[in-house]
């Protein structure tokens, strides 16, 4: 069996995306970018079980599929998906100190993993099967 081209292609495929987030994001960095994204996914991780998070990952490209599951505890009980102001915050929290994620981090996110990153019908197949507020989490206005 030949190597999947996800991970053949997987360095170039995240370094495109995580240029996206940058530029969506209209951050100066990289490493902006990158702790972007992680408050992003994380903060979406932490209100699915481990099962939901498993199902969600799996549409993920390899590199952002590491970086949704790194430094998780799965056996912690996630909290419902709180207002989009909350969740807001939930990303600015995490790492604090080096998050320099906008108002509009999730839609930007979600705007990059949507236009470059993922198969948006198995994605949006996916989300509809997670718990209320999964949907509205990456969804993209306008």
């Known amino acids: ?3 999947p081209q996800t991970y053949f292609q997987a360095s170039r495929d995240f ?16 490493h902006q970018a990158y702790h972007t994204l992680r408050a992003v996914l994380h903060t979406f991780r ?22 949704f599951v790194e430094d998780w505890t799965p056996d912690e ?6 207002e ?3 969740l807001i915050s939930e990303v600015k ?7 320099l994620a906008p108002e509009s981090a999730i839609e930007d996110v979600a705007t ?3 236009r470059s990153s993922v198969d948006e019908r198995e994605l949006d197949r996916v989300l ?11 969804s993209v206005r306008g």
Do not use: K
């Open 1 to 3: 069996m030949p190597m």
């Open 15 to 30: 370094d495109a995306f995580i240029q996206d987030v940058r530029d969506t994001c209209m951050l100066q960095t990289h």
């Open 46 to 67: 932490s209100h699915l079980t481990t099962s939901d998070a498993l199902r969600f990952a799996n549409v993920l490209p390899a590199v952002t599929r590491a970086i």
């Open 77 to 82: 009980t996630p909290a419902p998906f709180p």
């Open 84 to 86: 989009r102001v909350a």
């Open 93 to 99: 929290s995490v790492r604090r100190d080096h998050n």
């Open 112 to 114: 990059a993993l949507r």
């Open 128 to 138: 509809a099967e997670l718990p209320e507020g999964a949907s509205e989490y990456w």
